[in-house]
């Protein structure tokens, strides 16, 4: 038998990630859905109250956004420190985030364009370090230990709760089987490897951002874009799908929306 102290959570979270297939957006995917995108990620939500309620910032200075997009968080924090960093591998994210600087005025935000699985040996020490949905890697013990190289008191990080980003419901409805993705347990158990003992919350279900499209023909077209297309069965499975649940008085299942906030201090 195995004992837990023996598995290598870093191997096997990059074994799993290969397994399921489940690989990353790409910097131009990002760049496409920037212009859709942007507005919605400038802090309205309850994952966005939540992770403001929970990041302390009390003797901090400095902050770094990892994968900002298009700066869901900086701009709430940069008037309560004196530097923000942010940094993103999509450059109409942060074209959208620079325009947003411009309106405001705000002077203490400083964004550069990089990839967190790419070199970090430009991306400056802070404060704190938030990692916001963005956890999408090959390599999760690389990244992480990264990030903590990057921290000087506190890192936060938010990661999927289960085994897709959309709901069992309408894969289910669909007839679509997946493999499993990793999930935020294996940041909890690679920390843990690495002598840091994390502590972990979840934030609050439910967020209108990610509620499903108000039309079938929208609806089907975003699930076909996340699968990179459908097969004819399940264009026909999902549109019933979405008529059941409309004659049944209910919006249709949708995305997976359950995220962990995984936060420790140095």
């Not at 089987?177 to 294996?186: L, V």
């Not at 502590?199 to 609806?219: C, H, I, M, R, Y």
Request: charged share 25%; proline share 4%.
């Amino acid at each position: 038998m195995q004992r837990i102290d023996e598995i290598d959570f870093g191997a096997l979270y990059r074994s799993h990630k290969a397994l399921c297939g489940a690989n990353a957006m790409k910097a131009e995917d990002w760049d496409k859905r920037a212009a859709k995108m942007g507005p919605r990620m400038r802090g309205a939500g309850l994952y966005n109250d939540f992770i403001r309620s929970k990041i302390d910032l009390n003797g901090a200075q400095t902050l770094l956004e990892i994968g900002c997009g298009a700066g869901s968080f900086c701009f709430d924090f940069a008037p309560s420190l004196q530097k923000v960093y942010a940094f993103d591998f999509s450059p109409a994210m942060l074209a959208l985030l620079r325009e947003r600087q411009a309106e405001i005025g705000a002077t203490n935000i400083e964004s550069f364009q990089a990839d967190i699985e790419g070199d970090w040996s430009g991306v400056p020490i802070c404060d704190i370090v938030l990692a916001s949905r963005c956890m999408e890697v090959s390599d999760m013990e690389h990244v992480l230990k990264n990030i903590d190289a990057r921290a000087k008191k506190a890192v936060y990080i938010t990661a999927k709760v289960g085994a897709s980003f959309w709901s069992d419901e309408l894969l289910s409805a669909i007839g679509r089987e997946i493999i499993p993705r990793p999930d935020y347990i294996y940041i909890l158990n690679i920390l843990f490897a690495a002598g840091i003992y994390a502590k972990v919350d979840f934030a609050p279900v439910g967020d209108l951002q990610n509620a499903p499209p108000s039309t079938k023909e929208a609806f089907i077209e975003a699930i076909a874009e996340s699968f990179d297309g459908l097969k004819n069965e399940e264009i026909d499975r999902a549109a019933a799908y979405y008529d059941r649940c409309v004659s049944e008085g209910r919006s249709p299942s949708f995305r997976n929306n359950a995220w962990a906030l995984i936060r420790y201090e140095k």
